[in-house]
């Protein structure tokens, strides 16, 4: 069979992740290239769904985004699925303390403070015609 470069299918989001992201669907014996490394995959991987790039140990972290996202309830080989049926998060150790990594801002004095085209509103503010709102719409995201 041949190998397709993994970018084409899934995607990596953080150089610690031991997991990729299916971009589409990606069939049973596919082999995905890794800088060198062969990945063939196990089963057929849904778009969305998480992708072991290397063997996963039961009770090993599962990192995405470069975070632990959850504790393998079983061995994950390589090249095989991560979801609910091998993944928890109940024996995670969740980190509640605040303001760990505080660091002062430091403001522009007024002078520098950057400019940009937008309009006065009615009431005084500023706006643009433009909006971006980034939502986490799952946990792993949150």
Not at 51 to 76: F, S
Not at 110 to 134: L, M, S
């Amino acid at each position: 069979m041949s190998e397709t470069p993994l970018s084409e299918k899934a995607i990596i989001i953080h150089s610690e992740d031991n997991v990729a992201i299916a971009k589409t669907a990606i069939g049973l014996g596919t082999v995905l290239r890794l800088n060198g490394t062969r990945v063939t995959v196990t089963q057929t991987v849904q778009p969305g769904h998480k992708i072991a790039l290397r063997p996963i140990d039961k009770g090993q972290a599962v990192i995405r985004y470069g975070q632990v996202i959850g504790i393998a309830t079983e061995d994950i080989s390589q090249g095989g699925t991560v979801h609910i049926h091998n993944l928890t998060i109940d024996s995670l150790r969740r980190q509640y303390e605040k303001c760990v990594a505080y660091q002062p801002v430091e403001f522009f004095p007024e002078t520098a403070i950057p400019k940009f085209q937008g309009y006065v509103r009615n009431w005084g503010g500023i706006g643009t015609r433009n909006y971006v709102a980034v939502l986490s719409t799952v946990i792993c995201s949150s």
